[in-house]
């Protein structure tokens, strides 16, 4: 019932409005200019949402924004510019103009963000094109505004704890979305010649979400869709992204938020059992106890939302991607790193079983 209550929240209809919406246009059964009712449809519900469901829609739709053709020689500007726009202002009616001009409070990261956008914007005056070194300076600043939005919401003076729990299982969706058509995608290569992949997902979806002129290139210019071996071509699974590399980057910055649902029956454990009176609000009944036992922690049964770990791990694996499969030797030594110092400090059983 709890299910049913939340699937008839607004977000949750508008965005399953939207998923079906974007897969009927992706597919060719709906025009392309059904995609500029989209985009004004979604600007009216950014407006009058709340600030914290407009930004977790804005995660939740990532990879499925869609370019919006509104001429036949500028079709590829993309509905997550616009809604990125309208979020940022949001904040500010939140907040005010006056907490971004206070520089000096600013945290060292911010500071060093803004140094970085101070040298972007002076690498305009050697630019041979300035107009394209001024649009990519403007690109970049659209792009940032959907994350000073949740980072205000998740640490700033709008923060809320319920905000970052609503966060990480919103980014489970859009990982596990594009999860699922990457195995689709991989399943088509095997009842299919490359000529017709190539009209299906070159020419058909790819031009639908990103434009005609992406279309040309990655069909006609190069892409990074295929690894040649010898005679034999095979598919570096990239799903609903343009390319082989972003599609895995995305899948392994998903995965943490995985893990997290997965595996709240091992470390969700409340810092104190609840008080006489209390409702226990806030307590996992699965998670009582902190478990502090390892052989009892590997014993203890997850959630089945393990098996899109595993699922998105494997996808990851097969986009082919080398950068991707070096990174693994990133992780190892961190672990190791990790435990080294954990054995050295006063770090507490719980956490060294983790």
């Not at 029956?265 to 502090?292: C, D, H, K, V």
Request: overall charge positive; glycine content about 6%.
């Amino acid at each position: 019932m709890k299910d049913l209550r939340n699937l008839k929240k607004p977000i949750n209809i508008v965005y399953l409005v939207q998923l079906v919406l974007f897969g009927l246009v992706i597919t060719g059964v709906l025009p392309r200019e059904v995609s500029i009712l989209m985009v004004v449809g979604l600007a009216i519900y950014f407006l009058f949402a709340s600030i914290e469901d407009a930004a977790i829609f804005f995660v939740m739709s990532i990879p499925l924004f869609i370019a919006i053709p509104i001429t036949a020689d500028f079709d590829n500007f993309n509905t997550w510019r616009i809604l990125s726009v309208i979020l940022f202002f949001k904040l500010l009616h939140v907040t005010g103009l006056k907490y971004f001009l206070k520089i000096n409070e600013y945290s060292r990261y911010a500071k060093l963000l803004l140094a970085l956008l101070v040298l972007a914007v002076l690498s305009v005056i050697p630019a041979v094109d300035k107009a394209s070194a001024i649009t990519r300076i403007i690109y970049f600043v659209n792009l940032s505004l959907p994350g000073i939005v949740v980072y205000c919401l998740f640490g700033g003076p709008t923060s809320k704890h319920e905000f970052g729990e609503r966060l990480i299982k919103s980014i489970t969706v859009p990982t596990i979305i594009v999860t699922v058509v990457g195995f689709i995608q991989l399943a088509s290569t095997y009842f299919i010649d490359i000529y017709q992949f190539m009209r299906i997902w070159g020419e058909g979806i790819q031009m639908r979400q990103f434009g005609v002129l992406w279309s040309e290139i990655a069909v006609k210019l190069g892409n990074t869709w295929f690894a040649y071996y010898g005679e034999q071509l095979s598919l570096r699974v990239f799903s609903l992204f343009p390319d082989s590399h972003s599609f895995p980057q995305f899948v392994l910055l998903g995965l943490p938020a995985l893990f997290a649902i997965s595996l709240l029956r091992i470390t969700n454990y409340p810092l104190r059992p609840p008080r006489i009176g209390e409702t226990g609000q806030g307590f996992s009944e699965a998670s009582e106890l902190r478990i502090t036992n390892l052989m009892t922690m590997i014993r203890t049964r997850v959630s089945m939302n393990i098996v899109w770990v595993a699922l998105a791990l494997l996808i990851a694996i097969l986009s082919g991607t080398r950068g991707i499969w070096a990174a693994s030797v990133g992780v190892v030594i961190i672990a190791g790193c990790t435990i080294f110092w954990q054995k050295k400090t006063s770090a507490d059983i719980y956490h060294k079983n983790i």
